[in-house]
């Protein structure tokens, strides 16, 4: 398999074969992106075409200060912002997300697993349609922020780079987003364990 750099200058040259191996070798991770952050399978699946579209269409602008796989990522954010800010809303997903007020390190509510009773496995769903209401409160951009570090398990740099802001700034912006969720999910009535075990930051 040719390397990506090698991949990326000959589809910059119109080699289309090329550019289909670049979308075969991120598709996978670039539909997850979408769908965590709109929710619906056939939506994601439209945007995950739309940013590869983009892609193919920049690629003459695109001067490698970044890997290709960073850039389309990018991309597929920006596609599905736009999407959201449209008044587009996801309806189901599945998640754990980091809600220890304004911490910087990320203490994730345990789900039970799908092993237990009933009881519990209704209990779970509840508390995964609790944190995607408040989820959809939140402004796309703190929902992505919130998305890049506590379900995709990015590390503050990789943020900075996807985001093209500071370190610091990701910080910032991941403290708020955590502390206005667990805000909106207490003037929902849900009830934070007194303590959430902590899990490693990066």
């Keep these: 398999m040719k390397p990506e750099w090698e991949l990326v200058q000959r589809a910059r ?3 289309e074969d090329c550019f289909a191996a670049l979308v075969e070798q991120n598709q996978g991770r670039i539909y997850n992106l979408a769908l965590r952050m709109v929710g619906n399978p056939d939506d994601a ?18 001067q490698g200060e970044s890997a290709f796989s960073t850039w389309i990522y990018r991309l597929t954010q920006n596609v599905c912002i736009d999407f959201l800010r449209r008044g587009k809303r996801r309806k189901d997903i599945s998640m ?12 994730p509510i345990d789900l039970p697993d799908e092993r237990y009773s009933p009881h519990q496995i209704a209990e779970r769903n509840e508390l995964h349609r609790v944190i995607w209401d408040g989820l959809n409160a939140l402004s796309p951009h ?12 990015f590390s503050y740099a990789e943020i900075s780079e996807l985001l093209g802001v500071e ?13 206005a969720l667990r805000n909106i999910l207490l003037e929902q ?14």
């Design 13 to 15: 040259q119109g080699d």
């Design 167 to 179: 370190v610091g700034t990701v910080k910032s912006r991941i403290a708020r987003a955590r502390l």
């Design 45 to 62: 699946a439209e945007l995950c075409q739309e940013a590869f579209l983009n892609a193919w269409r920049g690629l003459p602008r695109f």
């Design 189 to 202: 009535g849900y009830s934070f364990p007194q303590e959430i075990p902590a899990t490693a930051g990066s």
């Design 142 to 153: 703190y929902r992505q922020i919130l998305i890049l570090r506590d379900m995709d398990g």
């Design 96 to 107: 754990t997300v980091a809600l220890d007020n304004d911490s910087n390190e990320a203490q």
